[in-house]
């Protein structure tokens, strides 16, 4: 049977730049069936769903709802929650961790300074903590959004939890259905498409050594898609793999053509041309939807280094 992810791979469609854009990641457990908005249609409080949306809108947060692998139809909530709030801009990547018995508490968050990068509403309210333990790896599994990240992320998820992969989530929504599996690790916030078990290992090994695999993967959500495209291609031709190594420092331009500055930590910068193009010939961005579209590609054109000039002293 063709799917939107069946299809994408056979097309050959390229991964990069495609990941969901957001500097601070709220995860919340929720355990039990999802819908296509899990934040109002699953069995946390719809009123309460529609409240953190609210909260959180413009402030570069993004509120997913996670579950552990496995079967999920009505379980029995647990007396307490496990809450994570995870910053992805390189130099100030941190993950912490929280336990709330009423999810209510996360409308308390100063959920502008949490974007910013700043977790101390997340210690005052929730009592949150560094977290100490694993990345964290969360496997879209949500069948209500696309039926790919069911019948592909969940086996995925299970097979990881099986073999013994600690801090392995379902996560409710990461965005490109058709890269089935879908997966975000956190802290550094790199997403991952058409994933396997054995190659998430070697990425959540190297999360744990604070470094990023390029294989497959779909880019940092710390930057808006031209800037995933760009930094990803920086990596790819300095061989830098170093976790926070690298930063977009400038993006200008507007579709279909961008140049983006890439800065290294040690001072060195790349000027990178990347050109919006189409998947072609037209297939389906969802197994949701009948209609044919050309999803839309990040083209990197060229990747030139700046060269830096100091004065001679005289």
């Not at 069936?33 to 069995?43: E, N």
């Not at 956190?186 to 498409?193: H, K, N, T």
Request: glycine share 10%; net charge positive.
């Amino acid at each position: 049977m063709s799917t939107c992810s069946s299809v994408s791979r056979d097309f050959g469609e390229p991964v990069s730049g495609t990941a969901a854009t957001a500097r601070t990641w709220l995860l919340l457990e929720q355990p039990g069936p999802w819908g296509v908005k899990a934040l109002t249609s699953s069995h946390l409080d719809p009123a309460l769903g529609r409240a953190l949306e609210a909260a959180a809108k413009d402030t570069g947060v993004r509120i997913v709802l996670i579950r552990r692998p496995g079967r999920h139809a009505d379980r029995r909530m647990p007396a307490a929650r496990r809450v994570y709030v995870a910053h992805t801009v390189p130099g100030n990547v941190w993950l912490h961790a929280a336990t709330t018995s009423d999810p209510g508490q996360l409308l308390a968050l100063d959920f502008a300074a949490l974007g910013r990068g700043d977790h101390r509403s997340f210690g005052a309210v929730l009592g949150g903590r560094p977290h100490d333990g694993d990345p964290l790896a969360l496997v879209c599994t949500n069948g209500k959004r696309d039926r790919c990240c069911a019948l592909l992320g969940r086996p995925l998820a299970a097979e990881l939890a099986t073999s013994g992969v600690e801090g392995v989530w379902e996560v409710t929504h990461l965005g490109g259905h058709r890269f089935a599996p879908t997966v975000l690790v956190l802290p550094y916030g790199y997403a991952y498409g058409r994933a396997e078990a054995h190659t998430l290992k070697e990425v959540l090994l190297g999360a744990r050594e604070g470094r990023i695999v390029l294989d497959g993967c779909r880019g940092s959500s710390a930057w808006d898609r031209p800037g995933q495209a760009a930094e990803l291609a920086v990596r790819d031709r300095t061989g830098e793999y170093a976790a926070q190594a690298l930063s977009v420092v400038r993006t200008t331009g507007a579709a279909p053509r961008w140049e983006v500055t890439v800065a290294h930590t040690d001072g060195r910068r790349w000027q990178v041309a990347v050109a919006q193009g189409a998947a072609l010939p037209p297939r389906p961005e969802s197994c949701g939807t009948a209609v044919l579209g050309s999803p839309a590609r990040m083209d990197v054109v060229e990747v030139r280094e700046m060269r830096t000039t100091t004065a001679l002293a005289s």
